[in-house]
């Protein structure tokens, strides 16, 4: 027993000693990712405590544990409000558009970057593609305000040189989510589209070879080999991303968008309607209630999709 004890405690040190040590050795890393750790620490973590607020009446004097306690009543007043159907379907129809659009659009250009074999030409389109990333929503919603904007809109001077009327396209709320796609479309695809190229180059070329000597075309091997074996990484981005599904992405949307009381039958996110009731009522506790019934379902819907990823798809489950 002596003997048995002492070796459990000469690993535990060792368990111990190894951690610092690796700590130690790799603190330039350790270092580079700190700022990362603390900002998730803090705005995320550190946050919790304040999810009870989402069932209170919030009072900034009497602070977090002494305000009083109303139950569901913050999320009865998003759940029965007469915009909280439209801007909910809104935020579920803008997110499968977006998912979808830029999902396919990615793994459409991973495909064609493999097979580019000029080295210079895929540089320069990798980082075109990319470049959309790096810039903020703010920057392009001036670039958009320049394309559609009624009087001088390159959009509308295109649609006069070709005989056309110009078209106030900020008052036209049916068309703005299939502008908003494309413009999501145009700033993230190039960005996701490095992941499925390295999951792509991770696949075993003597595949390749063997096609090559049974005479498969380019197009044979992307849909029989290319395709199936990065299929995994799709269904795994996908679930991830559907836990976001009931989030709009805000900056985006109210870049772009702002206070334009037109567009919000079809642009009206769960996001921007929190923010703007938060602006108007000064209410943190419905803000916290919307925003906790938002993680939820979200939280559910990965759950879900995962079970019928694991029935059906089993190598692109989470766990």
Known sequence: MIQASSKLRGVEMKKRKGFFHEIAINRYSYLLVLPAMIYVFLFSYATYPYLLIAFQRFN???????????????????????????????????????????????????????????????????????????????????????????????????????????????????????????????????????????????????????????????WQKMTRITLPLIASTIAILTLLSLGKIFYGDFVMIYAIIGDNGVLYSTTDVIDTYVFRALRQIGDPSNAAAIGLFQSTVGLLLVFIANWLTRRFFKEGALY
Request: glycine share 6%.
């Open 60 to 218: 900034y004097q009497k602070g977090l544990f002494n305000s009083e306690w109303i139950g569901f009543e913050n999320f009865r007043f998003f759940l029965i409000s007469n915009d909280a159907l439209t801007v909910t379907m809104n935020t579920i129809k803008l997110n499968v558009l977006f998912l979808v659009f830029v999902t396919f659009s990615a793994v459409a250009l991973a495909l064609l970057f493999n097979e580019i074999k000029n080295r210079v030409f895929i540089k320069f389109a990798q980082t075109a593609m990319i470049f959309p990333s790096f810039l903020s929503w703010i920057i392009v919603s001036y670039m958009m305000y320049s394309m559609f904007t009624m009087d001088f809109g390159i959009i509308n001077q295109v649609i006069e040189v070709f005989g056309g009327e110009p078209v106030n396209w900020y008052s036209k709320a049916e068309a703005w989510p299939w502008i908003l796609v494309g413009m999501k479309v145009w700033k993230d695809a190039g960005m996701a589209s490095i992941i499925y190229l390295a999951a792509i180059s991770g696949i075993d070329q003597s595949l390749y070879e063997s096609a090559d000597m049974d005479g498969a075309s380019s």
